[in-house]
Structure formats: C-alpha cells, structure tokens
C-alpha cells in the first residue's frame, strides 16, 4: 500500500529557533499535500494544503509567515515552523494524496518547544 | 459550518465483545464520510468510507453506514480482538473526493483479552 513517511519522529528545540519537518510519499507521486495540527485530546485541525510546484493554501487562522510549507518536488513537503514558541509544542501529521485518490497519511511529528 | 461529534473514550470491552462508537455529523450538501483508526505509533489508515446515503462502508470486521435522516455514521463491530485497540476518528469530507478532511476527536479503544 502507499506510504508516507515523516522525519523526524518527534524534535525538541528552543524558543526562537526554527525547525523543519519533512513528509515523503515512498512509492507514490502526490500531486497533493496536506498539513495537520493535533493537540491533545483534540481533532485533527487542518493547516495548509499544498500542490507541487504552486504555494500552499492555508486555513483561516494559520499563519503563513509562522508555518511555511514547501512542495519542491512530487514526493517531498516540508513544514517549516519559524521562530519557534512554546504555543506551537503540538502534533503535526501529513497526508499525501495522488491523483484522484484518497490521502494517505504519515506516523506525525511530536514537536516540544521549551 | 461542518463538524463531526463522536463519543468520548476511552472505550474499553472485553475480547469478542460487541463495538459500537457513536458518530454523528453537520454538513450542508452530500460529504463523504470515514472512519479512520490509528495504532500505536502508527499513521492514520482508512479503515471504510461511504459517499451517499444508505451506503455501508466495511472492512476487517468493522461496519458503518451513512444514514442522512439522523446524521450518523456508527462504527460497529461483531467480535473485538485485542489487535483492535487503537484510535478511531470519524471524518466527512466536503470537498471533491476526499479534500479538506473534518475529523472528530477520536475515540481511544482498549480491548481486554
């Protein structure tokens, strides 16, 4: 079945540094990404969806100049949350979608901002 | 605007137990809806759908059925297995296919053997 992967697992970081999570489709193209945010105990919140080669389209509320998603190439989105804040210690999961098909999601990303 | 409400857990049975995770939605036109199930350490798969009315999504034991008249989609299972234990998220979608994804909270499963 398809897979999709994200790196790294989980990421600890200081208040004020950026960090990048990546999300890889393995044996698919996906001409669509998606970009969620899980707190706990909650739903799965939908940030941004990205289509290669195009900006991404994000949710009311989600800052574009705080979570920068890139889709380079048809099997690689990155998320890069800027400036870092304890606020944004949370859960991030991708989901990649080929063609006309359902979305196929990552394991998620556990980020701890101290 | 479009939500999806399902019971809170956790839920816990007993192996070869009967299932029943409640799920209701809100939606204006025709959403498609899922049931999503996450194991430990694991991404979440799909694990049945249906797109209109009176459809039955099914799959590894587990059954659903889209019914318009009181918004529900339940998730149902005849004998539980211990394998079972996970997350299980209700979902609709609105858009084509399956775009813009609207989850519930999840409900957690532990099955006992």
């Known amino acids: 079945g398809a897979v999709v992967s994200q790196h790294p697992s989980w990421v600890i970081c200081k208040s004020g540094t950026s960090v990048k999570i990546e999300c890889r489709s393995l044996d698919f193209q996906a001409t669509t990404m998606f970009w969620y945010r899980q707190f706990p105990k909650q739903s799965l919140m939908l940030m941004a969806t990205s289509n290669e080669g195009s900006k991404a389209t994000y949710e009311q509320g989600v800052e574009k100049d705080k979570f920068l998603i890139n889709h380079a190439s048809l099997t690689l989105s990155t998320l890069t949350v800027t400036s870092a804040h304890p606020e944004d210690s949370s859960f991030y999961i991708c989901?990649?979608?080929?063609?006309?098909?359902?979305?196929?999601f990552g394991p998620g990303t556990r980020l701890t901002v101290l | 605007g479009n939500s999806v409400t399902q019971m809170e857990g956790p839920v816990t049975l007993s192996e070869e137990a009967f299932l029943t995770i409640n799920c209701t939605y809100t939606a204006t036109g025709y959403p498609s809806l899922f049931w999503y199930v996450q194991y430990p350490g694991e991404g979440l798969q799909l694990l049945l759908k249906?797109?209109?009315?009176?459809d039955k999504g099914s799959n590894k034991g587990f059954e659903a059925t889209y019914r318009k008249e009181t918004t529900s989609f339940h998730l149902e299972k005849g004998s539980v297995q211990v394998s079972d234990s996970a997350v299980y998220f209700c979902a609709l979608s609105d858009g084509f296919g399956d775009d813009k994804i609207i989850f519930g909270k999840g409900t957690r499963l532990h099955i006992l053997p």
């Open positions: 989901s990649a979608r080929p063609r006309l098909d359902t979305q196929y």
């Open positions: 249906a797109t209109k009315a009176d």
